[in-house]
């Protein structure tokens, strides 16, 4: 089990709330949200209630300030837990559904491009694990937490569009 604390202001100061598990809608804890210290587990954060809008992912540790996750700034009005699994699978698919395939992964990717000639994946299918995808190479830019399921087009995971940079498994390293 997991547990991540939203502080209102910088430093772990200000009105706060600990989470222990998956909540839909912070707004009724806190107005703003400036910094927060993850204790356990993995969490993925979003910027709108119900977990909608651009996310976050999170490993264990303090962040003081709002500015590392990316694009929230300090409105966070949802956060989801990751369960922790031991081993991760995904499979990449050069087109819509599941054709093309590209490959198939166990391991965290920094660079699809690098790795295997292409700049677009248009479907995927997590066979195990949790994993975070993000829009562009070294772990950048938008984030989309992808759940074991099927994916047969970008929009089924939240992307904009079908560009892929890099993937990672959503694990605690510490």
């Not at 107005?31 to 993850?38: A, L």
């Not at 198939?104 to 699809?112: A, G, N, P, R, Y």
């Amino acid at each position: 089990m997991g547990k991540i604390t939203f502080y209102e202001d910088r430093g772990f100061q200000g009105r706060h709330h600990e989470c222990l598990s998956d909540c839909p809608n912070l707004q009724p804890y806190l107005g703003r949200c400036n910094s927060i210290r993850v204790d356990s587990g993995c969490w993925m954060l979003y910027e709108r209630p119900n977990y909608q809008g651009p996310q976050c992912f999170l490993r264990r540790g303090e962040y003081p300030d709002h500015q590392p996750w990316m694009g929230l700034g300090d409105t966070v009005r949802s956060c989801r837990s990751i369960p922790y699994t031991s081993s991760h699978r995904i499979r990449l698919y050069e087109r819509d559904d599941y054709h093309g395939l590209v490959s198939e992964l166990t391991e965290d990717c920094s660079c699809i491009q690098d790795r295997f000639r292409i700049h677009e994946i248009h479907s995927l299918h997590v066979l195990e694990g949790c994993w975070i995808l993000y829009e562009l190479p070294n772990y950048r830019g938008r984030q989309y937490l992808l759940r074991p399921g099927d994916y047969r087009r970008h929009h089924d995971w939240g992307g904009v569009d079908a560009r892929v940079g890099s993937l990672r498994r959503a694990v605690d390293l510490y």
